[in-house]
């Protein structure tokens, strides 16, 4: 049976899950449209990961400050916009909203990182 290289072509988004830990509760799974990305811009993306991660490392003896915080949590969402396209609370998916859930969700980021990557490459999850 032959199959076209089109009958492989991916979809432009796709439905995935990030488990995001929640105080007193543990992880939560939360619902999010993904967008895809072809390998050069998953380079591309690969490499805003790392800079992120250099640009805000801190140490014991020189933790960042508030206002370095505040920057990288807005970073940190600005990245999220570009590979997610929505999610699944009632609130707007926004760079302002997904940066306050960032302030009270300090390992949502990680979570979404995790997510994406888990479902961009079809990897499964243990039951």
Do not use: C
Request: hydrophobic residues 45%; negative net charge; glycine residues 6%.
């Amino acid at each position: 049976m032959a199959k076209s290289l089109a009958s492989f072509a991916p979809t432009p988004t796709f439905k995935g899950t990030a488990d995001v830990p929640v105080a007193g509760k543990g992880p939560q799974p939360l619902g999010l449209t993904f967008r895809f990305h072809d390998t050069e811009a998953m380079k591309a993306l690969s490499a805003e990961f790392t800079a992120l991660q250099d640009k805000y490392k801190a140490t014991a003896e020189a933790p960042l400050s508030d206002e370095q915080e505040k920057d990288m949590r807005t970073d940190q969402a600005k990245l999220v916009m570009k590979i997610v396209s929505a999610w699944e609370f009632t609130d707007d998916f926004s760079v302002e909203n997904i940066t306050q859930f960032f302030v009270t969700h300090a390992f949502a980021f990680g979570a979404i990182v995790t997510g994406f990557f888990q479902a961009h490459s079809g990897a499964k999850t243990k039951n």
